[in-house]
């Protein structure tokens, strides 16, 4: 007798698509694959190490995946989902029973005039990198100025303080829109201990971009000859252009088991997801809950089952501020900010503990599938979805 497996594509080799595929083991004659741009599983929440030069940023998938599980190095232009097929760029295909889109998140395309030519995105591996080397080839007195300041930015601006570079942060708002009035006073005052000049409030807005300098709302030119752009997270279009229904950013729109409204086949996981057009916060710490219960609701729909909603609750987030220094900002279930928070070297201590662990989650999760839990709530909470609020990138 012939065995009858089935089939799970795993789009997006992340925390979440990891993850997901590193659960699924758990599932009786499945065969998964899983499809990544890269060759290496990117620890993307130490990119602004990877750019301070602290910190590589990558592991190898032998240590965090699975070992049945096929890796494919390649990216996915388009699915179909009417023939069940993914297309791939190098022009290979490949079938699927079940799909998981766990695409993640990126750049948006900046909109101010000079951004795209002359800042340094770092979302992705390849701008941190890039961004990594044009600081090699400046002076450490050359003035930097960071756009954006979430927990990209700042992490990002602390990092490079903490090397001597002067570093003007460009809010264009608040500083750290997540956090809570006290601590982003502590935050505050730490960065201006590092010599980091915050330019906040609605004038502090970027305009213009040029190879030299920032134009602000009010007018005022902000010296730059080296510009980094952490101001607005998008999603890839692959299913936009696939012709499945996304929100207004591109997210793919689930119902509360994360599974497509269009496809029952199709689920999806991580920053790409957004149930019930209401999507949790893009970070790290939602990217895991998300692709284990994706990877539950494909297990139940081979079983026969019908796939439970889906309940994750955040507690909170972590920032670094240089190697010394942080702040931990404790959450409601809804997701927004308590006036709890931990600072200084206890915010420190909490965000290496987090960036260790992150990464033993997913190679606990190959070695012992279905071994992840989460924070649940006992009421589902209105989730937020502000996509400045952004803990990893």
């Not at 701008?127 to 080839?137: E, I, S, V």
């Not at 570093?167 to 956090?179: E, N």
């Not at 730059?224 to 936009?240: I, K, M, Q, R, Y």
């Not at 920053?271 to 139940?300: E, F, I, K, N, W």
Request: aromatic share 4%; charged share 20%; glycine share 10%.
């Amino acid at each position: 007798m012939v065995e009858n497996r089935t089939h799970v594509v795993v789009i997006g080799g992340g925390y979440a698509g990891t993850i997901a595929a590193n659960r699924l083991q758990t599932a009786d004659n499945v065969d998964i694959t899983l499809v990544n741009p890269r060759p290496q599983f990117v620890e993307r929440i130490r990119l602004h190490q990877l750019v301070a030069g602290v910190d590589d940023a990558v592991v190898d998938y032998a240590e965090v995946l699975g070992e049945g599980i096929r890796l494919v190095t390649d990216r996915a232009t388009r699915i179909d989902a009417a023939a069940r097929i993914v297309a791939l760029e190098s022009g290979e295909t490949l079938d699927y029973d079940y799909l998981i889109y766990a695409v993640g998140s990126g750049v948006a395309a900046p909109t101010v005039p000079g951004a795209d030519e002359f800042a340094y995105p770092m979302v992705e591996f390849e701008h941190a990198t890039r961004l990594r080397a044009a600081l090699d080839d400046v002076g450490p007195a050359t003035p930097i100025t960071v756009v954006g300041a979430g927990s990209t930015g700042i992490e990002t601006a602390a990092e490079l303080a903490e090397q001597g570079h002067p570093i003007t942060l460009v809010c264009g708002g608040v500083l750290g829109p997540y956090l809570s009035p006290a601590a982003r006073r502590s935050a505050a005052r730490r960065l201006a201990r590092m010599g980091v000049t915050v330019l906040d409030g609605p004038a502090a807005t970027v305009t213009a971009v040029t190879r030299q300098s920032v134009t602000l709302a009010d007018g005022r030119e902000v010296p730059s000859p080296l510009t980094v752009w952490t101001a607005g997270f998008g999603v890839p279009d692959l299913a936009t252009a696939s012709g499945l229904s996304t929100d207004a950013l591109g997210r793919l729109i689930t119902d509360e088991t994360l599974t497509s409204v269009d496809d029952e086949r199709i689920v999806a996981a991580g920053d790409a997801a957004a149930p019930s057009d209401q999507p949790l916060r893009m970070c790290c710490a939602s990217a895991g809950p998300l692709g284990a219960h994706a990877a539950d609701t494909v297990r139940s729909r081979i079983a026969g089952t019908a796939p439970t909603p889906l309940n994750v609750a955040l507690a909170g987030q972590c920032i670094s501020l240089g190697s010394k220094a942080g702040v931990f900002q404790l959450s409601h279930t809804d997701d927004t900010a308590t006036p709890l928070y931990l600072g200084g070297k206890a915010g420190a201590a909490l965000k290496r503990a987090a960036l260790t662990a992150s990464v033993k989650l997913v190679a606990r999760e190959a070695r012992k599938p279905g071994s992840l839990t989460w924070l649940k709530s006992d009421k589902r909470g209105k989730r937020l979805a502000e996509t400045e609020r952004v803990s990893a990138p």
